[in-house]
Every structure is written in structure tokens, then in C-alpha cells.
């Protein structure tokens, strides 16, 4: 299967400061990522669609200006939880769909916030 | 009514035992079902993936989908503790599950005792 890397695994910061999430496609060219976010004892939710060379595709409750997408290349895509606070804690998992495969997914990231 | 019902449990058995995990579901145009594992503080990782009803046999996991009572189950044959851990259904109506729409339950905590 499609080998996902995801960076940082924990991060922690005070509150009102910017995170950057990176998400790397190792052994296939991703068009198309995902975010998902996951609370504790929670499902996981998609939060986005990442597109390469173009805008991300929002779901609906998701502030597109907090949670800033950027997918320059065909192997990276990048999540910024810009002004972050103590309720965007979570753990916050990237994943790809190679082509007619499911999703695969990081080992995501748990960020805490102060 | 949540799209997918999923047992969080914990499931405690003996080591050896069969295990039975199960989803219920809402939306008949799901076609697509996975069964995900994921350890502690790690990202979701593929177990068993079938299109509309039937079954699949992987080693000792089996993968049931019953389209008509809307309602699919993972079956673990001789339960070993590194079976321990969360057990995700999740399911799609996109193709091969790479579209973004992949609905995931709460996770059922699988505790396997030596």
C-alpha cells in the first residue's frame, strides 16, 4: 500500500500561535490528500480535501481562514492551524486514496495547545 | 440517526477467542467498506476492504458486508494481544473509497488478554 508520512507527531504551543502539519505522499503521486481530525473517543472527520494546484475543498463547519491548506506539489500537502487555541487540540491525521485503493493514512499529528 | 453506529466498547477476551466487530449503517449508497486498526497515538491502518455484500477472508480476519440489513462485521480468528487496539469501519459511497467522503464509526477498543 501507499506509504503516507506525516510530520510533526506531537507538537505542543502556547496559545494564539501558528502550526504547521506536513503530509508526504513517499511512493505515489497524490493529486488529491485529505485531513481528517480526531477528538478523543471520536470518529474521524474530514475536515478538507487538498488539491494540487489549486484550492482546497472545505467540509461544512470548517473555517477555511483557520485551517490553511497548501498542496504545492504532487507529494506534499501542508495544514496550518493559524492563531490556535486550547479547542483545536486534537490529533490531526492526513491521508491519500492511490487511485482505485482505499485511503491510507499517516501516523497523524497530536497537537496541544496550551 | 448518526450515518454509521459503531459499538465503542471495550472489548476485553482471552487470549485465542474469536472476536466479532460490527457496524450498522444508514446509507444504502455506501458500496465500499473497510475495516481500519489503529494502536495508540497512530494513524488508521488498512485491514479489509469489500465492495457491496459478501465476504473476504484474510489470514484470520473475515470481513462481512450484509447490504440488506445495512450492517457488516470483522471477524478475528484466534486473537493474539497484538490484536489489541481500535477497530474503525468506515465506508463510502465514492469509488474505490479514495473520493473524500469516507464515514467513519467511533472505534471499538479491542483488549486482547495473554
Known amino acids: 500500500g501507499a506509504v503516507v508520512s506525516q510530520h510533526p507527531s506531537w507538537v505542543i504551543c502556547k496559545s494564539g500561535t501558528s502550526v504547521k502539519i506536513e503530509c508526504r505522499s513517499l511512493?505515489?503521486?497524490?493529486?488529491?490528500m485529505f485531513w481528517y481530525r480526531q477528538f478523543p473517543k471520536q470518529s474521524l472527520m474530514l475536515m478538507a480535501t487538498s488539491n494540487e494546484g489549486s484550492k482546497a475543498t472545505y467540509e461544512q463547519g470548517v473555517e477555511k481562514d483557520k485551517f490553511l491548506i497548501n498542496h504545492a506539489s504532487l507529494t506534499l500537502s501542508t495544514l496550518t492551524v493559524t492563531s490556535a487555541h486550547p479547542e483545536d487540540s486534537s490529533f490531526y491525521i492526513c491521508s491519500i486514496g492511490p487511485g482505485n485503493q482505499p485511503q491510507h493514512f499517516g501516523d497523524g499529528t497530536r497537537l496541544s495547545i496550551l | 440517526q448518526k450515518e454509521v453506529e459503531q459499538d465503542p466498547g471495550p472489548l476485553s477476551v482471552p487470549e485465542g477467542a474469536i472476536v466479532s466487530l460490527n457496524c450498522t449503517y444508514s446509507n444504502s449508497a455506501f458500496q465500499y467498506f473497510m475495516w481500519y486498526r489503529q494502536y495508540s497515538r497512530k494513524g488508521p491502518e488498512l485491514l479489509m476492504y469489500t465492495y457491496s455484500s459478501g465476504n473476504k477472508e484474510d489470514g484470520r480476519f473475515t470481513a462481512q458486508v450484509d447490504k440488506s440489513s445495512k450492517y457488516i462485521s470483522l471477524f478475528i480468528r484466534d486473537s493474539q494481544p497484538s490484536d489489541s487496539a481500535t477497530y474503525l469501519c468506515a465506508m463510502s459511497a465514492g469509488y474505490g473509497g479514495s473520493q473524500g467522503n469516507l464515514i467513519f464509526g467511533k472505534g471499538t477498543k479491542l483488549s486482547v488478554k495473554p
Open positions: 511512493d505515489f503521486q497524490a493529486t488529491t
